[in-house]
Each structure stands twice: as structure tokens, then as C-alpha cells.
């Protein structure tokens, strides 16, 4: 259901809540070296509750089947007015939680723009369904500037924050990182779904190391990412919990892609077979122990704003 402060609510008198859901593009094709044991059936979602996630975000229009058997959400694109209705009922009447969208292409005038934000948000109340609007690469929020003031026509919107795509395609570290953060305020506080996907100037998703605390062994440059999308994921909770209310649930899904979408790094071994950089599930269980650290961060800097 939808929040008075337009984010997912579970219903309940709880206090604002993060929750670690696993995107299922994440066991996309991942190695038979992999620690996930594999499948999709009842016993493997009961494996995702065992390793710590609370649900998943389903990547298909199809029934849920065994994924069922756990709290779910899911996803969509959105490219014209018309469209939205039909997309929003249609996850509704599944019963997603919520449903994060690719919303239009980026070329997109700002009329055009404004049509389509109405339409999802028109779509969204109609049917009691939180819609978060991705920060998406070939997307009306493909940029900062022009998403920051979509903003300020549609305060009430809320977004899908997957930094990836701004980190990268942006490169948010060439210049003043400060300022850049300080920009970004107006998206930080409208956060209500975040994708887990570590990013580097140049590489739209790479891999961490188990010390979370320690600077990736990957990482050749001087730019510690790391620590960046700590900040970056810091910021966004802050932002939730600062107009979250009772029963208000922030999820947080890693969806670490496949090289078949060019995301998962791949290179040669002694005998040419190319093999992925990391364990893309071994990584999501580094990240959900990452977005809770940073979730408690969060509610660290919140105490100190309020005393």
C-alpha cells in the first residue's frame, strides 16, 4: 500500500524499516562455481530467507509461482502515458508490493516528460500501488539536472535509486563530489527502493571485497568507490527516514547483472574460457550486509539532526 508519505508501507505501527529483497536477475546465469545452489523451487527461496534476504523482486510479468512463498515486488517499463494504467493494474492485481519502472527514453521533451509523470503517478494512486521511477540510463532520469527538476513540478514523486547509472554514465567523481551530493538532495529525499549495484567511473558494476571496510583489491584507480556508494546509499536512507512514518518500508535489492547484459565483467583464463570477475551472489550477500551498516548510519545521523 501507498504511505501518506507516498513511500511502500507494510500496513503496521512499526517504525521505518529497511528491507533486503533480492533481485532475481542476480541468479540470472550465474557459474556452476557459484555459492548459490541453484534452482528456483521452494527450497531455494527457503535458501534466500536462510542467507538473509526478506523477499525478491521478480524481473518477469509472469506468475510468481514458488517466489510466492516470500514478500515480492516487481518491475517494468513505462514508455508512454497510455501505458501506465494497464502496467499498474496489471502488478497490482498480481500483488506486488511495489513495482520499480524504466519510465520513457530520455528524449523526451519536458512536456512529453510531465504527461508521463502524471500518468504514473495518476496510475499509482488508482490502484494503491507504489511506483518508483528508476535512475536509469536511456530514461526521462537519465541526468541529474533534468531529474532533480522533475522534481520541483512533482514533489510527490518517489525514485528507484540505482546510482550505477549516474556514477558511471555521469561520472559523478569528476568534479566537485560535494557539490554533486548536495545537488542530488532533492532525489535523496524521495528514495523509497534502492538497486544494489556497485559502480567505478568507468565500469557500471565491479566487485567488492569481503572486508568491507577495506578498499576494493579490484580498484587500480584513485577513486574510492566504495566508500562512495556507502555515501551515496547513506544519503538516500537518511532521506527516507527523515519523511518516512509508521509501517514505512525502504527495500533495498542487489541486482547484479549478467554478463549477457554487458554488466558482469568477464575475462580469459590459461585455456581461454572466459569466466566471470566475481560471484554475483556471493557479492549480494556482501551488499546486504553493507545496506544495513549504512541503514544504521542513517539512523545514527538522524539522531544527531534531531538533537
Known amino acids: 500500500m501507498i504511505s501518506k508519505s507516498g513511500f511502500y508501507s507494510d500496513g503496521s505501527s512499526a517504525a521505518p524499516a529497511l528491507r533486503i529483497y533480492l533481485n532475481l536477475g542476480n541468479l540470472v546465469d550465474l557459474p556452476a562455481t557459484s555459492v548459490w545452489p541453484g534452482g528456483k523451487d521452494h527450497s531455494q527461496f527457503q535458501q534466500l530467507l ?131 551530493l548536495r545537488f542530488m538532495l532533492p532525489i535523496f529525499s524521495r528514495i523509497g527502493f534502492l538497486h544494489g549495484r556497485i559502480a567505478s567511473p568507468g565500469c557500471i558494476q565491479v566487485p567488492i571485497d569481503s572486508d568491507l571496510s577495506a578498499r576494493p583489491m579490484q580498484a587500480h584507480g584513485a577513486v574510492k568507490y566504495l566508500e562512495h556508494f556507502r555515501e551515496l546509499w547513506s544519503l538516500s536512507m537518511l532521506g527516507f527516514l527523515r519523511h518516512a512514518r509508521a509501517g514505512d518500508v525502504l527495500i533495498f535489492a542487489p541486482e547484479l547483472l549478467s554478463p549477457a547484459h554487458y554488466y558482469a565483467r568477464v575475462f580469459s583464463d590459461a585455456t581461454g574460457q572466459l569466466n566471470e570477475e566475481s560471484d554475483r551472489y556471493a557479492q549480494a550477500l556482501l551488499y546486504k550486509d553493507l545496506a544495513r551498516a549504512c541503514f544504521v548510519e542513517a539512523q545514527r545521523r538522524l539522531e544527531a539532526e534531531r538533537h
Open 50 to 180: 536462510n542467507d538473509g534476504f526478506e523477499g525478491v523482486q521478480l524481473i518477469t510479468d509472469e506468475a510468481p509461482g514458488a517466489a510466492a512463498s516470500l514478500p515480492f515486488c516487481g518491475l517494468d517499463r513505462i514508455n508512454v502515458p497510455g501505458e501506465a494504467g494497464p502496467i499498474v493494474a496489471k502488478h497490482a492485481a498480481r500483488g506486488d508490493q511495489c513495482i520499480t519502472v524504466h519510465a520513457g527514453w530520455g528524449m523526451e521533451d519536458d512536456d512529453a516528460v510531465d504527461r508521463l509523470v502524471e500518468a504514473i503517478l495518476a496510475a499509482s494512486l488508482r490502484h494503491g500501488l507504489p511506483v518508483f521511477l528508476e535512475t536509469h540510463r536511456t530514461t526521462i532520469t537519465q541526468d541529474l539536472w533534468r531529474t532533480v527538476e522533475m522534481t520541483k513540478r512533482f514533489p510527490e514523486i518517489r525514485f528507484n535509486g540505482d546510482f550505477s547509472h549516474y556514477y558511471t554514465g555521469q561520472e559523478l567523481v569528476y568534479g566537485n563530489w560535494e557539490e554533486k
